[in-house]
């Protein structure tokens, strides 16, 4: 008997797949086209298994579709500008664009093997200049629709790297690269102006009926919509009075100080007046600006000697702090302080000995008391007085008592800000734009695009590369040609991937997309990716979907860009940790461990800690290289195990046991088409039509099962299928049709084994490109029932009657049987209960 190799049959059937140009994506015919697309990959050097199972569910679905008579766009990929690179190329010499690409050729190296059926011929890099220079003229089209715009904003500042670090970047108030303290800088920086789509973006959530709950949720609290009341604090000195924001009015009963950001108007003021009070100002500034970075942080403040008056009692002075917690680009810059019932405001005044006042609970305060506004509590200092209200009832009620007496009105604001773009780094996009000293803000001529990156820069110093080059920023005004200078800062990668999507349906095009190739492939009808981009990757896309259709980039029907949305779970693998001579933890690779005797060891005996079912982390050694697995078991083998284990949304660990146990079925399944291959032609077996109804059974299963994205129920199934021919008493004919028919319903998970079992068993041309099996209800319908038979509660045998027996006939047939007569020895039952289609139970 023949043994599967697939280190032979893998690179021949993807040979012969590319010959054929199987999986280029073409818009002809009058097939539906079907676009599935997962979330590009970073090159940072190697894939591991974890990619596989993300690129492996769409391919499955690819296929699939192509078989089930579509037109399919499945592209890949890189996202591939960004930080990484040029630390490589600081850490270990270089150019960032030689990593960068080398890097791809790598990972597309370990790719192709694993047989994704993907139109390579599309594939581009966003560091491409043809790439990125159609995000220029994108950029430049935004500019003239007023969608993008430059405005002064606080930003995150490395001092040692002198560039701008993303809210991310910024690990306990330190720069994640240089490990400096990072300050809070005010700089003139490029903006997309997402914030004036806040309620489109989240209106338009409730028609993304095909994306996770929990994504729409998520998306919904970043944009942040809330009703509050925004009133002003009249100064006791007479000058403007501070206006604030504020979602809790009915906690204003409760207000012990107003606070205003060390960005406010008035506190610059301060601090180009006071020493102290600039001094202060510059403590604050150090750690991140993100509204959790200043929720961890120590509290902060200094008192600006302003006093203001309550707006309900003129009499109730309260003190005008800056505090460091307080974001400008939130509200107005400054709120009201009610210690009682916020728990950075309890931090503060408890910190300053400010007082606090209860609004709500008990008057007894020794913590911040905050409850959901959906909770009823008892008001003690109310606009209502002293009663039982929600939160929402109490928050209506002061607002509505503001405007009745016009001292405030109710205003809806959101959380969402307007996108920050700009990065002092290299390895990004150029923004398109000249600064000229008689015109100004200039954008460049679309002709003169792509604006390249200068090959010929240098790493070594902190920086960006690109405002010490000698000649790169030197440049004629597009406007009165006079001597100018580019901008030099580039743009945040999430530009980059927030369009890739529509370039793919014409990456040749000579404008950012191609409209009639536009309007036929999007939306992307499937997109598959990791939870972590759930906000802001999806919703920077959302925005640019919106902007590119206000432009004429892409049609109306592409304003949501994504049909449907899968968010898989992760591959997990344990980590083997030891620890070394200066008692820091020494990771191990899973070839370099050995498991015997319950636990790990190193080949010098050595034993490692064991850390079950961790993320694959490079950092912590415990990726699973596919290169390695297709060496070892092939392609198929990693393919369908991580789609077996667990539903695809959830977690999967990988184990060396699990593949050894997938690749032996693999090879079982091919033994059992080796063995129906040598069955005798006019065999004609007994259980032909037994088989052929299971068949349609699995047709009808697996079908359901891809469509639902349940993989793993799909292949249990193919699994059960699989053992039921091995053990069918069914003819050579119905044998041949049933193995062909699971190689086609394997054929998305395992496409390169079920090439060779359709071309071994005749099968005309490629699987690929055969039509998907189609369930016939009629033949999966038994005209038979088995009914087991139970003898004084156990079971003793079990009998076939049709379907629709009467129940007369069935106790007859029961009472007949071998096992009933052996126990009754002559005599009548107690009881005979018939359960039609289920059971037969006799009481002795």
């Not at 890949?76 to 850490?91: I, L």
């Not at 600006?304 to 917690?325: C, M, Q, Y």
């Not at 083997?576 to 050995?594: L, Q």
């Not at 005209?783 to 156990?794: A, C, E, F, Y």
Request: hydrophobic share 40%; glycine share 8%; aromatic share 10%.
């Amino acid at each position: 008997m023949s043994l599967y190799d697939p280190a032979k049959t893998e690179p021949k059937w993807q040979a012969a797949w590319d010959e054929a140009g199987t999986f280029k994506a073409t818009m002809t015919g009058d097939k539906p086209k079907y676009y599935v697309l997962e979330m590009f990959p970073y090159p940072s050097g190697r894939i591991h298994i974890g990619h596989v199972r993300n690129y492996t569910m769409g391919d499955v679905i690819a296929r699939y579709k192509l078989a089930t008579g579509h037109n399919v766009l499945h592209p890949m990929g890189f996202d591939a500008f960004g930080m990484p690179a040029e630390n490589a190329a600081m850490a270990i010499g270089g150019h960032p664009k030689t990593w960068t690409y080398e890097n791809i050729d790598t990972m597309v190296g370990q790719m192709k093997p694993l047989g994704f059926g993907l139109d390579w011929s599309r594939m581009f890099a966003t560091c491409d200049p043809e790439y990125y220079g159609q995000q220029q003229a994108l950029f430049i089209d935004f500019l003239a629709k007023d969608l993008v715009y430059r405005k002064n904003a606080v930003v995150n500042w490395d001092p040692v790297d002198m560039t701008v670090l993303a809210n991310e970047q910024v690990i306990d108030g330190k720069g994640w690269r240089s490990g400096a303290e990072v300050e809070r800088r005010e700089l003139t920086q490029w903006f997309f102006k997402i914030s004036d789509y806040s309620e489109e973006l989240l209106d338009a959530l409730d028609t993304l009926e095909n994306w996770p709950a929990k994504v729409r949720l998520m998306q919904e609290n970043w944009i942040g919509k809330s009703r509050g009341l925004e009133f002003g604090f009249e100064r006791v000195d007479g000058e403007e009075p501070i206006t604030v924001y504020t979602t809790r009015p009915d906690t204003l009963m409760g207000a012990s100080f107003v606070g205003i950001s060390p960005d406010h108007p008035i506190a610059k003021k301060l601090e180009a007046e006071n020493p102290e009070i600039a001094a202060e100002i510059a403590e604050m500034r150090k750690g991140g600006t993100t509204a959790e970075a200043l929720e961890k942080a120590e509290k902060r403040g200094v008192d600006t000697g302003i006093r203001t008056k309550h707006p309900l009692d003129s009499n109730w002075e309260l003190p005008v702090w800056i505090a460091n917690f307080i974001l400008m680009d939130y509200g107005t810059g400054a709120i009201f302080g009610c210690p009682a019932h916020d728990q950075r405001d309890y931090e503060f005044a408890s910190k300053y000995e400010l007082p606090i006042v209860p609004v709500f609970g008990e008057e007894e305060i020794t913590e911040a008391f905050v409850p959901a506004k959906t909770e009823k509590v008892t008001f003690l200092r109310g606009f209502a007085g002293a009663t039982e209200q929600t939160g929402d009832e109490a928050v209506d009620a002061a607002i509505a008592a503001a405007e009745r007496d016009g001292w405030g009105s109710g205003v809806t604001k959101f959380r969402l800000r307007d996108w920050g773009l700009s990065r002092q780094r290299y390895w990004g996009c150029p923004i398109p734009v000249v600064h000229c000293d008689d015109c100004g803000v200039v954008p460049e001529k679309k002709e003169n695009l792509p604006i390249e990156l200068p090959d010929d820069v240098t790493l070594d110093i902190p920086g960006n590369p690109l405002d010490r080059h000698p000649t790169w920023r030197d440049c004629a005004c597009p406007s009165c040609g006079k001597p100018a200078q580019r901008e030099t800062d580039t743009m945040d990668t999430f530009v980059d991937s927030s369009w890739y999507f529509a370039r793919f349906t014409a990456p040749d095009a000579k404008t950012p997309t191609d409209m009639e190739a536009a309007s036929y492939w999007m939306n992307v009808d499937q997109y598959i990716g990791g939870i972590e981009h759930a906000i802001l990757h999806l919703l920077y896309s959302r925005f640019f979907a919106r902007a590119m259709n206000i432009t004429g980039h892409l049609p109306d029907s592409a304003r949501e860009p994504f049909h449907a949305l899968f968010t898989q779970g992760m591959v997990t693998h344990a980590i083997y940790m030891t620890t070394g001579e200066d008692g820091r933890p020494v990771y191990h690779y899973p070839e370099d461990v050995e498991l015997r005797d319950g636990g790990g060891f190193l080949k010098d005996g050595t034993q490692v800690k064991i850390i079950p079912s961790a993320k694959m982390s490079k950092s912590k050694n415990n990726v699973v290289d596919p290169v390695e697995i297709i060496k070892a078991f092939g392609a198929d083998t990693a393919r369908w195990f991580v789609l077996s284990d667990s539903p695809p949304e959830r977690d999967v660990e990988w184990t060396a046991s699990g593949a050894e146990a997938a690749s032996k079925h693999l090879n079982r399944v091919w033994m059992l088409c080796d063995k129906i291959g040598k069955m005798p032609a006019d065999y004609a077996g007994r259980d032909n039509e037994e088989l052929m109804r299971e068949m349609h059974k699995a047709i009808h299963d697996v079908t359901m099962a891809i469509d639902s994205f349940g993989f793993n129920a799909a292949i249990a199934k193919l699994y059960g299928f699989a053992s039921t021919i091995a053990k069918s008493d069914a003819g050579t004919n119905e044998k041949k049709l049933a193995i062909k028919t699971l190689a086609q319903l394997m054929s998305p998970m395992t496409p390169h084994l079920a090439e060779d079992i359709w071309a071994h068993q005749g099968g005309e041309g490629l699987i690929a490109n055969a039509p998907w099996p189609v369930a016939d209800e009629k033949l999966m319908v038994e005209d038979s029932v088995t009914l087991p038979i139970q003898i004084n509660g156990k079971r003793r045998g079990e009998m076939k009657v049709p379907r629709d027996m009467p129940k007369d006939e069935v106790e007859k047939a029961a009472l007949a049987h071998e096992a009933v007569v052996k126990a009754l020895d002559g005599g009548q039952p107690k009881k005979l209960i018939v359960v039609p289609g289920r059971i037969v139970n006799v009481v002795v």
